[in-house]
């Protein structure tokens, strides 16, 4: 009898073939790599600095800045500090970025449903601004509203008149400004009460349809009683409110509220740039949903209207919600363009002025750049948490 | 007996049929479907009629300068006139010919993939695009080198600068990206946590912040004495802002490979590399082409940033010369040219992507 002399088992693979010693080498020199760039970095960082004179540190930011902003939401002048100057420029970044979102929307599904239309002509009006306007670059887009379109309104003196009350020129868009007289406490009452009571008559309808199937017009009621009850108080009261009319004096136009142009430019360009990608997201969520779908629903008797919002709308939202979000962070991020046209946004009022005059360059790139992450892990975390209610619940 | 005889069938009606057909069918199908088509056709004719009318036929396409332009018609003299400083920026005029050179090498690579030719000869071009062809570029363009007379960066310019972005962009942009998606699918969490850090990091800041970042700090990063070029600075910015995206679109795909690909992959005894070469990544890339061609056309139409940290491409040469006295009341025309060779090359590549998508379709999809 011959033994076999190969041993039953093999050994153990040499070191260096060994994929758990491989995996703990390749991430020991991960680490180090990583550590040494960084400290590479911070080292050069230091010794430039020390060498050009850099302070370093936070206290520019209670320093006068000593220059005027043109648009703020908050109050503030030349006397403010380098602090203030971000506090606005993050206002006005909000300002641009939420209304951007809000028209965007709106455009985008208009847009992209009427792609959809069975009117050839609709449709195809609408594929021919998505593709126009997902194709050009949006610096482009926004030079091109600001100097070609903006800059081409006349001036204040042969300004566009709306009925006397409004006015576009160069200069940007002046509407008339409400002053609320005492007694107008009433108006903000009514709507309150007005919005209280939709609520209740929504919980009320939904539980009396679940018990006894009938169903209860609560979208016409609340659309008496929402803009009802203020009407109300402000008749009740006298009219406790009276508007700050716009009129031309001098070379500008005195009172009112103003749009600067840098605003209107910047809101068109981000709304038509944005609602061009939001167009195919909500085209392609409605056609993910099989159209058996539809047509069941059709045959249990329900009419057209509530087809869309109970069976196709809730399940395309699924597929629309995530780049979606992708497309709200786009439209955030993208209001740093500002920069190009002077639109007072945090890029241009902190990294470029700000910087300029203080040149805390790591200091400042570091804020700025801090607010973009939480802004963008903001806007991430809410629509995480809406997807997750509209996700498909699989039991 | 009579017989029956069948008479002829009788043609539609001639709303059933035809244009008629067509038009009740597709416009005026309800009440408000005809509304809709009346306002839309009027806002159409009122607005494009003029339109045309201003960019076409009232329109001046030649001349010697801004006196033999119609205040009535777009004025493309001005287009005409400047054209050589839109495509070269800066670069000097007699030297010309070496970035024609190289749009004659792109186009040799790029043109042949759309023509039905032999798949092999196809594919040594398209090769030659993505290594020879940058070589050749940068020997050509720079110059230095056998005897071509150095051009500094600084006088690059125009389409040639947004195509030079663009492409070395794209080059570098992909495989870093195909590196970071493959590290975050990886199962070393430090591997993976590097790469996770890196991608949220580049996707959550503006593209802006980060061109400021490469301009403004990048010198203070580097040991004392090295100095980086100002478009190169825009490079690397631009190279890692991208190959984060880049990173995610892929990612898509490698999660796409149902587990069985892995597994089977790793029963015929593969090494990891191999697995991912010659297995997975084949797969997962096809899968992503739309989300890779997206990627792309955004960084194309981003390279026009660079104009706000000083670098002219081709909308800041077009911006600059707007500027010019000399052309006062070109805005609108300058800046729909910019748009008109934007919109070309996006719209080209979108419509390549939808064909290589065809192309490669195996029927394996479900």
Same mark, same amino acid.
């Given at each position: 009898?011959?033994?076999?002399?190969?041993?039953?088992?093999?050994?153990?693979?040499?070191?260096?073939?060994?994929?758990?010693?491989?995996?703990?080498?390749?991430?020991?020199?991960?680490?180090?790599?990583?550590?040494?760039?960084?400290?590479?970095?911070?080292?050069?960082?230091?010794?430039?600095?020390?060498?050009?004179?850099?302070?370093?540190?936070?206290?520019?930011?209670?320093?006068?800045?000593?220059?005027?902003?043109?648009?703020?939401?908050?109050?503030?002048?030349?006397?403010?500090?380098?602090?203030?100057?971000?506090?606005?420029?993050?206002?006005?970044?909000?300002?641009?970025?939420?209304?951007?979102?809000?028209?965007?929307?709106?455009?985008?599904?208009?847009?992209?449903?009427?792609?959809?239309?069975?009117?050839?002509?609709?449709?195809?009006?609408?594929?021919?601004?998505?593709?126009?306007?997902?194709?050009?670059?949006?610096?482009?887009?926004?030079?091109?509203?600001?100097?070609?379109?903006?800059?081409?309104?006349?001036?204040?003196?042969?300004?566009?008149?709306?009925?006397?009350?409004?006015?576009?020129?160069?200069?940007?868009?002046?509407?008339?400004?409400?002053?609320? #007289?005492?007694?107008?406490?009433?108006?903000?009452?009514?709507?309150?009460?007005?919005?209280?009571?939709?609520?209740?008559?929504?919980?009320?309808?939904?539980?009396?349809?679940?018990?006894?199937?009938?169903?209860?017009?609560?979208?016409?009621?609340?659309?008496?009683?929402?803009?009802?009850?203020?009407?109300?108080?402000?008749?009740?009261?006298?009219?406790?409110?009276?508007?700050?009319?716009?009129?031309?004096?001098?070379?500008?136009?005195?009172?009112?509220?103003?749009?600067?142009?840098?605003?209107?430019?910047?809101?068109?360009?981000?709304?038509?740039?944005?609602?061009?990608?939001?167009? #195919?997201?909500?085209?392609?969520?409605?056609?993910?949903?099989?159209?058996?779908?539809?047509?069941?629903?059709?045959?249990?008797?329900?009419?057209?209207?509530?087809?869309?919002?109970?069976?196709?709308?809730?399940?395309?939202?699924?597929?629309?919600?995530?780049?979606?979000?992708?497309?709200?962070?786009?439209?955030?991020?993208?209001?740093?363009?500002?920069?190009?046209?002077?639109?007072?946004?945090?890029?241009?009022?902190?990294?470029?002025?700000?910087?300029?005059?203080?040149?805390?360059?790591?200091?400042?790139?570091?804020?700025?750049?801090?607010?973009?992450?939480?802004?963008?892990?903001?806007?991430?975390?809410?629509?995480?948490?809406?997807?997750?209610?509209?996700?498909?619940? #699989?039991? | 007996?009579?017989?029956?005889?069948?008479?002829?069938?009788?043609?539609?009606?001639?709303?059933?049929?035809?244009?008629?057909?067509?038009?009740?069918?597709?416009?005026?199908? &309800?009440?408000?479907?005809?509304?809709?088509?009346?306002?839309?056709?009027?806002?159409?004719?009122?607005?494009?009629?003029?339109?045309?009318?201003?960019?076409?036929?009232?329109?001046?396409?030649?001349?010697?300068?801004?006196?033999?332009?119609?205040?009535?018609?777009?004025?493309?003299?001005?287009?005409?006139?400047?054209?050589?400083?839109?495509?070269?920026?800066?670069?000097?005029?007699?030297?010309?010919?070496?970035?024609?050179?190289?749009?004659?090498?792109?186009?040799?690579?790029?043109?042949?993939?759309?023509?039905?030719?032999?798949?092999?000869?196809?594919?040594?071009?398209?090769?030659?695009?993505? &290594?020879?062809?940058?070589?050749?570029?940068?020997?050509?363009?720079?110059?230095?080198?056998?005897?071509?007379?150095?051009?500094? &960066?600084?006088?690059?310019?125009?389409?040639?600068?947004?195509?030079?972005?663009?492409?070395?962009?794209?080059?570098?942009?992909?495989?870093?990206?195909?590196?970071?998606?493959?590290?975050?699918?990886?199962?070393?969490?430090?591997?993976?946590?590097?790469?996770?850090?890196?991608?949220?990091?580049?996707?959550?800041?503006?593209?802006?912040?980060?061109?400021?970042?490469?301009?403004?700090?990048?010198?203070?990063?580097?040991?004392?004495?090295?100095?980086?070029?100002?478009?190169?600075?825009?490079?690397?910015?631009?190279?890692?802002?991208?190959?984060?995206?880049?990173?995610?679109?892929?990612?898509?795909?490698?999660?796409?490979?149902?587990?069985?690909?892995?597994?089977?992959?790793?029963?015929?005894?593969?090494?990891?590399?191999?697995?991912?070469?010659?297995?997975?990544?084949?797969?997962?890339?096809?899968?992503?082409?739309?989300?890779?061609?997206?990627?792309?056309?955004?960084?194309?139409?981003?390279?026009?940033?660079?104009?706000?940290?000083?670098?002219?491409?081709?909308?800041?040469?077009?911006?600059?010369?707007?500027?010019?006295?000399?052309?006062?009341?070109?805005?609108?025309?300058?800046?729909?040219?910019?748009?008109?060779?934007?919109?070309?090359?996006?719209?080209?590549?979108?419509?390549?992507?939808?064909?290589?998508?065809?192309?490669?379709?195996?029927?394996?999809?479900?």
């Amino acid at each position: 009898m011959t033994t076999d002399p190969r041993p039953l088992r093999p050994g153990r693979p040499k070191p260096w073939n060994d994929p758990r010693v491989r995996s703990v080498v390749f991430q020991i020199l991960a680490i180090a790599g990583v550590a040494w760039i960084g400290y590479s970095l911070f080292q050069n960082t230091v010794n430039n600095m020390e060498s050009r004179g850099i302070t370093t540190g936070f206290g520019f930011l209670n320093e006068t800045a000593g220059f005027g902003i043109i648009m703020s939401l908050i109050p503030y002048d030349e006397t403010m500090s380098y602090g203030r100057t971000f506090l606005v420029g993050l206002a006005n970044t909000l300002l641009v970025s939420g209304l951007g979102i809000l028209l965007a929307t709106i455009v985008g599904f208009i847009v992209g449903i009427a792609r959809l239309s069975s009117n050839w002509l609709v449709a195809k009006v609408a594929l021919g601004y998505i593709e126009i306007f997902r194709n050009i670059p949006l610096l482009l887009q926004i030079f091109f509203w600001y100097f070609a379109v903006l800059g081409a309104l006349p001036g204040p003196r042969q300004a566009v008149n709306v009925g006397d009350i409004a006015f576009m020129s160069n200069r940007g868009i002046v509407l008339p400004k409400p002053i609320f #007289e005492p007694g107008a406490w009433v108006m903000g009452a009514g709507l309150l009460v007005a919005l209280a009571i939709t609520v209740v008559l929504a919980v009320w309808a939904r539980r009396r349809q679940a018990a006894t199937g009938r169903i209860f017009p609560v979208l016409p009621i609340s659309l008496v009683l929402i803009p009802g009850l203020p009407l109300l108080g402000y008749l009740l009261m006298g009219g406790p409110v009276s508007w700050d009319i716009p009129a031309l004096g001098g070379f500008n136009f005195r009172g009112g509220i103003t749009a600067i142009p840098e605003l209107g430019a910047l809101l068109l360009a981000l709304t038509l740039y944005t609602a061009s990608f939001i167009a #195919e997201i909500v085209r392609s969520g409605i056609v993910s949903v099989s159209s058996g779908q539809t047509e069941a629903a059709l045959a249990l008797g329900l009419p057209a209207r509530r087809v869309l919002r109970l069976v196709v709308i809730p399940q395309a939202l699924r597929v629309i919600i995530p780049p979606l979000t992708s497309q709200y962070l786009n439209l955030t991020k993208n209001s740093s363009l500002a920069v190009a046209i002077g639109y007072p946004d945090l890029v241009n009022v902190f990294m470029g002025t700000t910087l300029n005059q203080t040149g805390q360059a790591v200091e400042i790139v570091a804020i700025t750049m801090a607010v973009y992450l939480t802004i963008s892990l903001a806007i991430s975390l809410l629509m995480n948490l809406y997807n997750r209610a509209v996700a498909l619940k #699989e039991r | 007996m009579a017989t029956h005889q069948a008479s002829p069938d009788l043609p539609p009606p001639p709303t059933q049929r035809g244009l008629l057909r067509w038009l009740r069918e597709n416009l005026f199908s &309800t009440w408000y479907n005809s509304l809709l088509t009346v306002a839309i056709g009027y806002w159409l004719i009122t607005t494009f009629v003029p339109l045309i009318n201003w960019a076409f036929i009232q329109a001046v396409f030649t001349g010697s300068g801004a006196d033999a332009c119609n205040p009535d018609g777009a004025c493309w003299v001005f287009v005409e006139q400047r054209l050589g400083f839109f495509i070269y920026g800066f670069y000097p005029a007699e030297m010309r010919w070496r970035p024609n050179v190289v749009f004659a090498l792109f186009a040799l690579s790029v043109v042949p993939q759309f023509l039905p030719l032999p798949a092999q000869v196809r594919k040594w071009l398209a090769i030659f695009g993505i &290594t020879g062809l940058p070589v050749a570029a940068y020997v050509l363009i720079s110059g230095g080198y056998f005897g071509l007379e150095s051009v500094p &960066t600084s006088r690059w310019g125009g389409l040639m600068l947004t195509l030079i972005l663009a492409y070395v962009g794209i080059l570098a942009a992909l495989p870093i990206g195909i590196l970071l998606a493959l590290g975050r699918r990886s199962e070393m969490p430090v591997i993976r946590g590097i790469c996770v850090v890196f991608i949220e990091f580049w996707r959550a800041v503006p593209l802006i912040t980060i061109l400021f970042m490469a301009s403004v700090m990048l010198p203070l990063f580097l040991p004392d004495g090295v100095t980086f070029d100002k478009l190169l600075r825009a490079l690397v910015g631009i190279t890692l802002f991208q190959s984060a995206y880049m990173a995610e679109v892929v990612r898509g795909g490698l999660q796409a490979i149902p587990r069985g690909q892995y597994e089977a992959a790793e029963a015929l005894g593969l090494g990891y590399w191999r697995r991912m070469r010659l297995i997975i990544l084949p797969q997962a890339l096809k899968i992503v082409i739309p989300g890779i061609a997206n990627t792309v056309i955004s960084l194309f139409k981003d390279t026009t940033l660079v104009l706000i940290i000083g670098l002219f491409d081709l909308l800041g040469a077009v911006k600059s010369t707007l500027s010019d006295p000399a052309w006062n009341n070109v805005m609108a025309e300058g800046y729909l040219f910019v748009a008109f060779c934007f919109w070309v090359f996006c719209f080209g590549m979108s419509r390549y992507s939808h064909r290589l998508e065809k192309q490669l379709e195996t029927g394996h999809g479900n």
